[in-house]
């Protein structure tokens, strides 16, 4: 029967070469259009049966994108952003690009904040206030049962310009979405924390040296 329709089409004067040509291109882009769509879902069956992911997940994609797995389909995934929109990710992405499942083995996560005291405060006594208004947090692990590295810490980081930079760590269970919830409300206590105590925030200052006409140098310090 194929014989015969190539004849017919050969005698009707259609260019069986050019038709060739033709059918391979559409044979080709057919190709290419389903090997993606079968990698991607193998990709979702590979998933699924090694839970390296699993629904509820926050992940970090190598190109930055950040959401909670909510759903699986046959070709992508559904992550939410923080901020409400759905992002669709084909499955290959997930196995054959970096990934980064904070919440894989548990929701304990580590984070922390950074804060500036003057070179005047008293800091050991600073410090010890600062890891017990922290530890009041509803959302901060902390307790007697706690162990010891899991409990809110408040450490110097380095010597500033203008004064000593401190760092507070904390625990907490879940992702904190940025600064914008738990990170937040802690740099807020903290603030009011120093204020309470009047222990002094440092900010930039600069010295100005103005020389009069008897070349006496004269020093005035601003802000």
Request: include cysteine.
């Given at each position: 029967f194929c014989v015969v329709f190539l004849l017919l089409l050969n005698v009707m004067g259609i260019n069986l070469t050019a038709l060739a040509v033709f059918g391979g291109a559409v044979g080709v882009g057919l190709g290419l259009g389903l090997q993606s769509i079968a990698s991607n879902f193998i990709s979702g069956i590979i998933i699924l049966l090694d839970k390296s992911l699993t629904v509820g997940d926050y992940v970090e994609l190598e190109d930055g994108q950040k959401g909670i797995v909510r759903e699986f389909k046959m070709r992508y995934a559904v992550l939410e952003t923080y901020d409400g929109k759905d992002v669709l990710v084909p499955n290959e992405k997930f196995i054959s690009s970096l990934l980064i499942n904070w919440t894989h083995k548990n929701q304990k996560q580590r984070y922390r904040i950074d804060f500036s005291v003057a070179y005047k405060t008293d800091i050991r006594t600073m410090v010890e206030i600062i890891k017990e208004v922290v530890s009041e947090h509803p959302q901060v692990i902390s307790g007697d049962d706690v162990p010891f590295e899991e409990l809110p810490d408040c450490e110097i980081d380095s010597f500033g310009d203008s004064g000593v930079n401190m760092f507070v760590e904390f625990?907490?269970?879940?992702?904190?979405?940025?600064?914008?919830?738990?990170?937040?409300?802690?740099?807020?206590?903290?603030?009011?924390?120093?204020?309470?105590?009047?222990?002094?925030?440092?900010f930039p200052q600069r010295e100005v040296r103005v020389i009069n006409e008897q070349g006496i140098g004269i020093r005035n310090t601003t802000p």
């Amino acid at each position: 029967f194929c014989v015969v329709f190539l004849l017919l089409l050969n005698v009707m004067g259609i260019n069986l070469t050019a038709l060739a040509v033709f059918g391979g291109a559409v044979g080709v882009g057919l190709g290419l259009g389903l090997q993606s769509i079968a990698s991607n879902f193998i990709s979702g069956i590979i998933i699924l049966l090694d839970k390296s992911l699993t629904v509820g997940d926050y992940v970090e994609l190598e190109d930055g994108q950040k959401g909670i797995v909510r759903e699986f389909k046959m070709r992508y995934a559904v992550l939410e952003t923080y901020d409400g929109k759905d992002v669709l990710v084909p499955n290959e992405k997930f196995i054959s690009s970096l990934l980064i499942n904070w919440t894989h083995k548990n929701q304990k996560q580590r984070y922390r904040i950074d804060f500036s005291v003057a070179y005047k405060t008293d800091i050991r006594t600073m410090v010890e206030i600062i890891k017990e208004v922290v530890s009041e947090h509803p959302q901060v692990i902390s307790g007697d049962d706690v162990p010891f590295e899991e409990l809110p810490d408040c450490e110097i980081d380095s010597f500033g310009d203008s004064g000593v930079n401190m760092f507070v760590e904390f625990w907490m269970e879940g992702v904190d979405d940025g600064k914008n919830r738990v990170g937040g409300d802690l740099l807020l206590t903290v603030f009011e924390t120093l204020r309470e105590h009047n222990i002094e925030i440092p900010f930039p200052q600069r010295e100005v040296r103005v020389i009069n006409e008897q070349g006496i140098g004269i020093r005035n310090t601003t802000p």
